[in-house]
T-cell receptor
């Protein structure tokens, strides 16, 4: 079974803090994604990566950056957390040319 | 650009009722279509998919048919159970090397005993 794990299920941070969200997949997938999920807005793509050290902006990259130093790990970084970044963050991975994305359980981040 | 529109929820049904959740899409070319389900407190998991026109995806009693003429991929189940209570997302991808998914806003289904 493919497994995508995220470092925390719940996280509370203060405004201005630097926040790291970690995602690890164990199936050697090339592509990895970070989404945020908000009520009434569905899932919105923040960043994705199609190879080690390769990244592309998604639909809402402002305020975020990412890092992919190893194939299995994709990190989302909030350089200076703000209250409007309070959300559920979901990581996913996929084989290139496959249709199905595999999701982690999500990290619910609260910025106070 | 590509987009997915699905019916707003919440949808509240009694156990054993018939379920339909509507989904329509706008896309260039020939997208693949998906339904994902998110149970409370969990991430999304693939429920079913269809990769070409007239394909029917099915899983766990759920079905959806890829209708190119109406650009639709409606989710149906003949008899829902309390355990089907979840948020359902319709999505599409045009494939390619990156396989980005475009999601609808999600529909909350609540099934009452």
């Amino acid at each position: 079974d493919v497994k995508v794990t995220q470092s925390s299920r719940y996280l509370v941070k203060r405004t201005g803090e630097k926040v790291f969200l970690e995602c690890v997949q164990d199936m050697d997938h090339e592509n990895m994604f970070w989404y945020r999920q908000d009520p009434g807005l569905g899932l919105r793509l923040i960043y994705f990566s199609y190879d080690v050290k390769m990244k592309e902006k998604g639909d809402i990259p402002e305020g975020y950056s990412v890092s992919r130093e190893k194939k299995e790990r994709f990190s989302l970084i909030l350089e200076s957390a703000s209250t409007n970044q309070t959300s559920m963050y979901l990581c996913a991975s996929i084989w290139a040319n496959s249709g199905e994305q595999y999701f982690g359980p999500g990290t619910r981040l609260t910025v106070t | 650009g590509n987009s997915v529109t699905q019916m707003e929820g919440p949808v509240t049904l009694s156990e054993e009722a018939f379920l339909t959740i509507n989904c329509t899409y706008t896309a260039t070319g020939y997208p693949s279509l998906f339904w994902y389900v998110q149970y409370p407190g969990e991430g999304l998991q693939l429920l079913l998919k269809a990769t070409k026109a007239d394909d029917k995806g099915s899983n766990k009693g759920f079905e959806a048919t890829y209708r190119k003429e109406t650009t639709s991929f409606h989710l149906e189940k003949g008899s829902v159970q309390v355990s089907d209570s979840a948020v359902y997302f319709c999505a599409l991808t045009n494939g390619g090397a990156t396989n980005k998914l475009i999601f609808g806003t999600g529909t909350l289904l609540a099934v009452q005993p």
